[in-house]
């Protein structure tokens, strides 16, 4: 039996919530149950009893509010120990079209992909600001230089899992899982693939965007967070040759300006700048070096800990079984 979870995160979703749930499917083809779940990140609403009425079958609850991205992994962890086989994440604003979740997870049924990204028409979004349609096309364009993959709406939501995907997904970001997700199936060689899918109308303002400034701050640290911690080698090499070559130029100048000038002009603090910047260039390339090695370490922690969660799957079905 081939079982769909789907989960959403919620956190003070009371006046949106029913209308998401009233659209999500309970029969899809190509799998044979389907649940929901939702993970309630600390909501002082009715948003619990809002799924219950309309007969939510798992709930995840935190204390008090811990974020998105936490949700989210509280949400694969649950699913999992469901016995879920598919995933997929939806938002509770009804922001995604829940008729697309057919077309969503068949990548996965038919095995040709462990990631499904639904990638909306973001141009065609009129809600969306100017600034913030750049920054969902920059930030997805950094993701597939840094994951190696080709998906087009990063930012995206609205995305289904495997139980092998989810098993070895981690998120670190406490702001979004979105962009770290699928660079990470990118670097450990998942099939990640897209689709394009369609939006419902405007409920409510964007949780993550209270104000363009902010987001613009938290998109940037975001993805520079990323950059370092999955290509830390190429994010230092790159940051450390910008002192190291005007360091260089400096030198090169001091040298010409010396043969040219001879000694009457020392030239003393354009000659103690260049190598300051120098050993700043040479300092930032070591940490990109330490940094590099130091992920091979991680790399081994996560496939320590994928063989504990299957083996904890699999001990969790033999005994339901």
């Given at each position: 039996m081939t079982k769909l979870i789907i989960q959403i995160p919620c956190f003070n979703e009371e006046a949106t919530l029913g209308l998401t749930l009233a659209e999500l499917p309970r029969q899809v083809a190509g799998v044979d149950r389907v649940e929901w779940l939702i993970i309630n990140d600390g909501s002082t609403d009715r948003t619990v009893e809002v799924a219950r009425s309309h007969g939510v079958d798992h709930i995840v609850s935190f204390d008090h509010n811990q974020g998105l991205a936490r949700a989210f992994m509280a949400g694969l962890e649950a699913s999992l120990k469901a016995g879920a086989d598919i995933i997929v994440n939806t938002d509770a604003d009804n922001q995604y079209c829940a008729a697309d979740i057919?077309?969503?997870?068949?990548?996965?049924v038919l095995g040709r992909a462990e990631i499904v990204i639904g990638a909306r028409p973001i141009r065609r979004i009129?809600?969306?600001?100017?600034?913030?349609?750049?920054?969902q096309e920059f930030g997805s364009w950094v993701v597939r230089m840094v994951s190696n993959t080709d998906i087009p709406?990063?930012?995206s939501g609205f995305r289904a899992l495997s139980r092998n995907a989810a098993l070895q997904i981690n998120v670190f970001n406490s702001y979004t899982y979105t962009l770290e997700m699928i660079i990470q199936a990118g670097q450990k060689?998942?099939?990640i693939t897209s689709i394009p899918i369609r939006t419902n109308g405007y409920l409510r303002p964007s949780r993550l965007v209270k104000s363009i400034p902010a987001y613009i701050r938290r998109s940037i640290l975001t993805i520079l967070r990323i950059f370092m911690t999955y290509k830390p080698l190429k994010f230092f090499f790159l940051l450390g040759s910008i002192p190291f070559t005007l360091g260089t130029l400096l030198g090169v100048r001091w040298l010409v300006l010396f043969f040219?000038?001879?000694t009457l002009r020392a030239r003393v603090p354009s000659l103690v700048l260049a190598a300051i910047l120098i050993?700043?260039?040479f300092q930032l390339w070591i940490f990109g070096l330490v940094a590099d090695l130091m992920s091979v370490n991680r790399r081994i922690l996560e496939d320590i800990?994928?063989?504990l969660r299957r083996a904890e799957v699999e001990r969790r079905e033999k005994e339901e079984s």
């Open positions: 057919p077309a969503l997870i068949e990548p996965i009129k809600h969306f600001s100017p600034i913030k349609k750049f920054l709406d990063a930012p060689g998942m099939v040219i000038e001879g050993l700043i260039g800990q994928l063989r």
